[in-house]
T-cell receptor, first 114, second 115 residues
Framework: AQSVAQPEDQVNVAEGNPLTVKCTYS??????LFWYVQYPNRGLQFLLK??????LVKGSYGFEAEFNKSQTSFHLKKPSALVSDSALYFC????????????FGTGTRLKVLA | EAQVTQNPRYLITVTGKKLTVTCSQN?????MSWYRQDPGLGLRQIYY???????DKGDVPEGYKVSRKEKRNFPLILESPSPNQTSLYFC??????????????FGPGTRLTVL
């Protein structure tokens, strides 16, 4: 069965510092992996995805994520955090070879402190 | 403007009173899906649809029904709502899953309270 784990409920980082939001996954085959962001009182917005190819994926707003097959991880990163990055971040997975069902993580709240 | 719309945005109802939450998209997307968001549980998929007249269960389908009679619309039906269905609901759409363009576009959400 597919699963996604976001081990941190909240991550605090100072503005200007690098940030990492962690995600690990489990699928039976090769994964499609996604990151979405939810700003307060808004719907979710797509940030980036890994389908195949380069393990480092670049996305919106300066975010990037590194796919690590051996560690089954897809951590979200940004070299320099902004206060406006404060939001709720969700990792999601879909099994490429399986159904078109998505599994989302429980979310990580990112707080960037000025 | 490309968007996913949901109605109503807020709804307070009572146990057992049938309700429908509508979802519409104007991007000609094949794939549509419903999720519920609950604190500590993240997003959980309720139902999804690959195309017109094709629907399938997500992880938490109990107590919900859906239909996909037109490509643009994907209503969520609660035949007999119960308090444990109090939640924030999101509709989403994307190009056909599996074609490499399957990032989902989400609606603004519907906050449902069942008393």
């Amino acid at each position: 069965a597919q699963s996604v784990a976001q081990p941190e409920d909240q991550v605090n980082v100072a503005e200007g510092n690098p940030l990492t939001v962690k995600c690990t996954y489990s699928v039976s085959g090769n994964p499609y992996l996604f990151w979405y962001v939810q700003y307060p009182n808004r719907g979710l917005q797509f940030l980036l995805k890994y389908i195949t190819g380069d393990n480092l994926v670049k996305g919106s707003y300066g975010f990037e994520a590194e796919f690590n097959k051996s560690q089954t991880s897809f951590h979200l990163k940004k070299p320099s955090a902004l206060v406006s990055d404060s939001a709720l971040y969700f990792c999601a997975v879909r099994d490429k070879a399986g159904t078109y069902k998505y599994i989302f993580g429980t979310g990580t709240r990112l707080k960037v402190l000025a | 403007e490309a968007q996913v719309t949901q109605n109503p945005r807020y709804l307070i109802t009572v146990t057992g009173k049938k309700l429908t939450v509508t979802c519409s998209q104007n991007m000609n997307h094949e794939y549509m899906s419903w999720y519920r968001q609950d604190p500590g549980l993240g997003l959980r998929q309720i139902y999804y649809s690959m195309n017109v007249e094709v629907t399938d269960k997500g992880d938490v389908p109990e107590g919900y029904k859906v239909s996909r009679k037109e490509k643009r619309n994907f209503p969520l039906i609660l035949e007999s709502p119960s308090p444990n269905q109090t939640s924030l609901y999101f509709c989403a759409s994307s190009w056909a899953a599996g074609q490499g363009k399957d990032e989902q576009f989400f609606g603004p959400g519907t906050r449902l309270t069942v008393l």
